[in-house]
């Protein structure tokens, strides 16, 4: 079965840096497109970023452009969200998701199955 585990979520300082990680395994990971999305309370679930199945391109939420890097291992599969200069707007449970193809999405309904997500708390 599918599993996509996140980690690396906790209490950072605004402006500080965090990395989450996600530990995909069940099917053929080199085959598909990954994807991070995050969601705030009371806020619906929103995209963040993906990934294309070679890594090769990417595609980002306008509001992270130029602070967080998605990257994959293709080796080890597993993807990463590199967050650099965090807000406290970046508070939220963070999720790692495959799309059902090796393409780039940035919608929820283009992606199959998901983690359980990772706590993120940014503090000023």
């Known amino acids: 079965q599918v599993q996509l585990v996140e980690s690396g979520g906790g209490l950072v300082q605004a402006g500080g840096s965090l990395t989450l990680s996600c530990a995909a395994s069940?099917?053929?990971?080199?085959?598909?497109?990954m994807g991070w999305f995050r969601q705030a309370p009371g806020k619906e679930r929103e995209f963040v970023a993906a990934i294309i199945w070679s890594g090769v391109r990417t595609s980002y939420a306008d509001f992270v452009k130029g602070r967080f890097t998605i990257s994959r291992d293709n080796a080890k599969n597993t993807v990463t969200l590199l967050m650099n200069r965090v807000e406290p707007e970046d508070t939220a449970v963070y999720y790692c998701?495959?799309?059902?193809?090796?393409?780039?999405?940035?919608?929820?309904?283009?992606?199959?199955?998901w983690g359980q997500g990772t706590q993120v708390t940014v503090f000023s």
């Open positions: 069940g099917f053929i990971f080199r085959s598909y497109g």
């Open positions: 998701a495959r799309s059902g193809s090796g393409k780039i999405y940035t919608t929820q309904g283009m992606y199959e199955d």
